[in-house]
Structure formats: C-alpha cells, structure tokens
C-alpha cells in the first residue's frame, strides 16, 4: 500500500519501501529520525556502497527478473529460423558516450546491421515503440536474421563495488538463442561463465574481456566484427546455445534464487 501521511503506522510492525534514487530525501529522513525502518530499492541498477542504508540490490536481478518475465508471456517457447542474412543484431535504446563512439566506429559495417538507437529516433524494424507495457518487446526476425548479437550495456566503467551489473540487454541473446558479444564492462563474460552460462571463444576472440580500457574493448569488438564471415552455426554452437537458452528459462532455479539471495535477507531485515 501507498504511505498515507493522515494515518499512523506502528514502528514495530511498518517497513518503508522506496526508491533509491527517489528525491523525497525529507521524508525519508522523516521515517528515519521517527525509528522507521526503510528499505531502498536498488534492484534495477548498478550496486551501490552505503552501510548507512538498507539496499535491496542483487547483481544477478536482471537474469531471475527476465527469466521470469520471458517465461509469463510465452518467449521460452521461440525456435530459431535462421536466414544469416544480416552480420549483427545491435540494439540501443538511451544515449550513452560509449554508444555515441561504437555508432561512428561501426560506420562501415551498420548497413549490414540490424540496430537501433531509440533516443536518436531509429528503430528496430517493425518495432512497438516502447511504452511500459513493451519493454520486452520481441520480434523473431530481429535474431532469425542476424548472425550474432552486438550486445551494448549500460555501463561500460567499473560500478562502487567493482561487481559486474548484466541487465537484459545480454541476456536477450541467450533467450533467444543467439550467440554474442558484449560492449560492457571488464569480466563480463567471466561473470556468465561463472553463473554457468557458455560464451562464444569458437566464434570470437574473446580476450577483449580482460582489457582494463573500454575504448581498448571497443576496439576489439570493431575488429570481431570486421573480421567475422557469416556463416551457418557449426555444432559446437548451437549446443552452447541449447545450453543458455535451457540454463535461463529455468525458472525453478530462478524463483530459488529470488527467495534465498532477495526474499530471506528482506524478511530478515524486516523481523530484527
């Protein structure tokens, strides 16, 4: 329920849960200096250093929230018709430095893209312009038609606690079967790994992971690109995408992780 300010709530029995960023800083000094005990969402972005703070973040959100997602309108269902026809599926959506220099140095190669960059006004073709309820928004042909996805995240510096932060931009390929590479941040394919996930080294040099620039990893993934040949996938590929794609929509284990790393740290909190 919404905080009413007419009505008077137990301090033993009433946790407050609001943004992190929210910018009703003197109300929630209010709920403080009164003994309330608050909690700060963060789960939607980068992980945050604050020991003052109760925050509710989790770096591995975005995998159990679209895993879930994905699972509830039916996308775990899609089956791949592949055409090869386009080198690389580059989605962008708000303007960012790091995406601003991998637009000019793609040049060359984006006639043979399938990208977008929503806050410059390109689209996806036959794309829904997005509004809250089509964020998720999936088309087959998008992956059916390219050969890999040109993933660019976020964040592409190191966050306050030095944790790799994935949101679903990386994990759309996997739900959908498509091989990747990621213009993120350092380890973030050595973060996948290590949640079980396979990578693409049979297809790409991948040492671009472990380059401490971005703008050196940039330069990496311009030069997979204009060095990758379009090409049918062999069959080491499509296992690691088998693998991915079964590892993501399982949703028991999703659900498990919610309830042990968000829902039982949450309660604790709430109960001591």
Not at 43 to 53: A, I, R, Y
Not at 131 to 152: A, I, L
Not at 236 to 262: C, M, R, V, Y
Request: with cysteine; charged share 25%.
């Amino acid at each position: 329920m919404y905080y009413d300010p007419v009505k008077t709530y137990d301090k033993q029995s009433t946790v407050f849960f609001v943004n992190y960023k929210s910018k009703a800083t003197s109300l929630q000094n209010w709920f403080v200096n009164e003994g309330y005990k608050i909690v700060y969402d963060n789960l939607w972005e980068g992980m945050q250093v604050d020991g003052s703070k109760y925050i509710l973040q989790n770096p591995n959100w975005f995998r159990y929230n679209e895993s879930l997602w994905y699972k509830h309108i039916g996308y775990d269902t899609y089956q791949p018709d592949r055409q090869y026809k386009h080198l690389a599926l580059m989605p962008m959506r708000r303007i960012k430095p790091h995406r601003n220099l991998a637009e000019i140095k793609l040049q060359p190669w984006l006639d043979d893209f399938v990208w977008s960059y929503v806050f410059k006004k390109r689209y996806l073709p036959d794309d829904v312009i997005e509004q809250h309820d089509t964020q998720r928004y999936f088309d087959p042909g998008w992956y059916d038609q390219t050969c890999f996805s040109f993933v660019s995240e976020s964040e592409v510096a190191p966050g306050p606690t030095n944790t790799v932060f994935i949101t679903e931009k990386t994990y759309k390929p996997i739900a959908f079967r498509h091989p990747f590479v990621i213009m993120g941040q350092q380890g973030i394919l050595k973060s996948l790994q290590d949640n079980g996930f396979e990578t693409f080294e049979n297809l790409f040099d991948e040492s671009y992971d472990t380059e401490t620039s971005w703008l050196k990893r940039l330069d990496c993934l311009v030069s997979i690109v204009q060095q990758f040949n379009k090409q049918p996938y062999d069959t080491l590929t499509e296992q690691k995408l088998k693998h991915n794609h079964a590892l993501f929509f399982d949703t028991q284990l999703a659900a498990k992780h919610i309830i042990e790393e968000i829902i039982y740290p949450l309660l604790n909190y709430a109960e001591t």
